[in-house]
C-alpha cells in the first residue's frame, strides 16, 4: 500500500466502505428483485421473473466467454474502436429517432439560430450550455445526424480511456475494451442529443490526465479546461471535480498544484457562465430555484422521482417541512427507495432515450421501428431491457469484487469518490437513474479488476490441490 496523509486513509475508508454497500446491495437485491421505469414517468419495484434469469445467464456465458478466448490471444485496439463506432453508426441509422421533450426544445432553439419564443431557457437555465453546444455543431449541419455522430465520437473516446485508466489502476487488459464496447446503454445513449454523452466524455478523459504518471503543463491544462467544460454542460459533474480535489489534496498532497487547478477552473467556469448568460436575454424569475429540486428529492409517492412539481415558489423551508412531515422514519425509508431504485435499475432509463417514448417518431420507418413503435408489445424493447438489466447486474457483481481487491491500489481512491459523490448528491436531489450514467466507464474498471481477481483467485485455489 502506497502512502498516504491520515486524512487521506480515513477518507478513502469512507468512499470504500460506501462503495462496498452500494454494490452490495445492487447484488443483493438482484436475486430477487428488479427496480423498473414506467414510461407513464415513475419508478416502481418487482419480482424478477424468468426472462430476467435467462438474460443473467447469457451474460455470465458471454463475459466468461471472451474472457476465456481472448485469455492469450493478441487484441489490436483500434480495430476494435473502429467497428465499435460502425455499430453505433448502424444504430441510429436502424432506429432513426427524432428528438422529443427536452430534447426537442433545445435541439428547435439551437438550430433557429438560438431564438427561444417559448421562454424555455428562462424556465431551465441550466440548458443554456447544451443548447450552445448543439448550436455550434449545427454549424457543421442542421441534421439530427451531427449531434448523433458527435455522440459516437465521444463513445469511442470513452472506451479508450476506460482502457487507459484501468492500465494505470490495475494492469494493462485489453478485454475491457469488448466489455465497454457491449454495454448497451451507452450505444443507445448515442440517440440521445442532450449532454449525457459528451460530459461523460469530458470528465473520463479529466480522470485520465489526473491518474497518469505523465503529467505535464499541457496535460494538466487540458484536465482545467475539460473540468471546466464538463460542469458548465451538467452542473452535476462539480462532483467529479469535488472527488478529483480530495484525492489531490489527500492522496497525492499536491497542495500547490490544487490551488492553481482550483482557481484556474473556477475562472473557466464563471467565463463559461457569463458568455453563455450574454447570448440569452432570460428571465431570472422563470427559473426554478434549487429547492424545487430539492423538494422533489423527498416526494413520498415517487420516492425522490422527477414528478412534475417544479415551481418557482418552492423554498427552504418548505424543503424542511416536507422532511419533517416525513418524520425521521419516513425519511429514511424514501432515501432507501430511492437510491436502491437509483443504483439497481440498470439501464439509465436508455430504452426511452434510444428507442423513444409512445409519442416518438423516427425520420424513417421500417420493420425495427415498426417493432419498438408498440411499447409494451415490443419484443426487441423487453428483450434489450431485459439484456441491460442482466449485463449490468453482472458487471455490478464483478465491481463489487474488484473494489474489494483494489482497495490498496494507487488512483482506486479517485473513482470510488466519484461514485460516493453521486451516492451523496442523490440523497437529497431529485433522481433518474439517467443521472448516474457518467459513472458507468468505472463501474466496468472495477468489473474487469473483480474478474480478474475471481480469475486470479481460482487458479491459486487449484495449485493449492496439486
Known amino acids: 500500500m502506497y502512502k498516504m496523509s491520515v486524512t487521506g486513509r480515513i477518507t478513502k475508508t469512507i468512499a470504500f466502505t460506501i462503495c462496498i454497500c452500494i454494490f452490495f446491495a445492487i447484488s443483493m437485491w438482484g436475486v430477487l428483485m428488479q427496480s423498473n421505469y414506467s414510461f407513464d414517468d415513475y419508478p416502481y419495484f418487482a419480482w424478477n421473473n424468468f426472462s430476467n434469469y435467462i438474460a443473467i445467464t447469457i451474460n455470465i456465458l458471454l463475459i466468461s466467454g471472451i474472457y476465456l478466448l481472448f485469455r492469450h490471444r493478441k487484441i489490436n485496439v483500434f480495430p476494435c474502436l473502429v ?82 485508466i484501468h492500465a494505470i489502476i490495475f494492469r494493462e487488459d485489453k478485454r475491457i475494451i469488448f466489455y465497454t464496447c457491449m454495454f448497451v446503454p451507452a450505444i443507445l445513449y448515442a440517440n440521445h442529443i442532450y449532454n449525457d454523452t459528451i460530459s461523460t466524455a469530458l470528465t473520463v478523459v479529466m ?41 489531490m489534496l489527500f492522496s497525492l ?91 439497481s435499475e440498470g439501464t439509465y432509463q436508455a430504452e426511452r432515450y434510444g428507442f423513444g417514448d409512445a409519442a416518438a417518431s423516427y425520420s424513417c420507418n421500417g420493420i425495427v421501428t415498426r417493432n419498438i413503435s408498440k411499447m409494451d408489445r415490443s419484443f426487441l424493447r423487453k428483450a434489450v431491457v431485459y439484456f441491460m438489466k442482466g449485463q449490468y447486474y453482472l458487471f455490478a457483481i464483478l465491481a463489487l469484487a474488484g473494489i474489494y481487491a483494489g482497495k490498496n491500489k494507487k488512483g482506486a481512491e479517485l473513482l470510488m469518490y466519484f461514485i460516493c459523490g453521486f ?38 485455489r487449484k495449485s493449492l490441490f496439486k
Not at 117 to 136: E, F
Open 83 to 164: 467497428l465499435y463506432g460502425l455499430i453505433c453508426f448502424a444504430f441510429i441509422l436502424i432506429i432513426p429517432l427524432e428528438p422529443f421533450s427536452d430534447m426537442k426544445s433545445i435541439f428547435d432553439i439551437a438550430r433557429k439560430g438560438l431564438s427561444d419564443d417559448s421562454g424555455y431557457l428562462s424556465r431551465y437555465t441550466n440548458q443554456i450550455p447544451v443548447t450552445l453546444y448543439l448550436y455550434l455543431l449545427s454549424f457543421l449541419g442542421k441534421s439530427i445526424i451531427i449531434p448523433k455522430l458527435m455522440n459516437i465520437l465521444c463513445n469511442i473516446l470513452i472506451v479508450y480511456m476506460t482502457y487507459k
Open 207 to 247: 480522470a485520465y490526465l489526473a491518474l497518469s504518471p505523465k503529467k505535464g503543463r499541457i496535460s494538466f491544462f487540458i484536465m482545467i479546461l475539460f473540468s471546466a467544460l464538463s460542469v458548465w454542460l451538467r452542473a452535476s459533474n462539480i462532483l467529479f471535480v469535488i472527488a478529483l480535489i480530495i484525492y
Open 253 to 343: 498532497k499536491l497542495w500547490k498544484h490544487t490551488v492553481v487547478y482550483l482557481m484556474a477552473f473556477a475562472i473557466f467556469l464563471c467565463g463559461f457562465s457569463l458568455a453563455g448568460k450574454k447570448l440569452f436575454d432570460t428571465n431570472k424569475e422563470d427559473a426554478y430555484p434549487i429547492w424545487s429540486f430539492i423538494q422533489m428529492g423527498f416526494n413520498e409517492e415517487e420516492f425522490g422521482f422527477q414528478d412534475g412539481s417544479h415551481s418557482v415558489e418552492w423554498t427552504f423551508s418548505d424543503c424542511i417541512d416536507r422532511v419533517k412531515d416525513l418524520g425521521v422514519a419516513g425519511t429514511l425509508k424514501l432515501l432507501a427507495k430511492k437510491e436502491l431504485w437509483m443504483w
Open 423 to 460: 451516492f451523496c448528491f442523490y440523497l437529497i436531489w431529485e433522481m433518474k437513474s439517467r443521472y448516474i450514467y457518467a459513472l458507468y466507464p468505472y463501474m466496468l474498471i472495477f468489473a474487469c479488476n473483480g474478474a480478474n481477481y475471481i480469475n486470479d483467485s481460482l487458479i491459486d
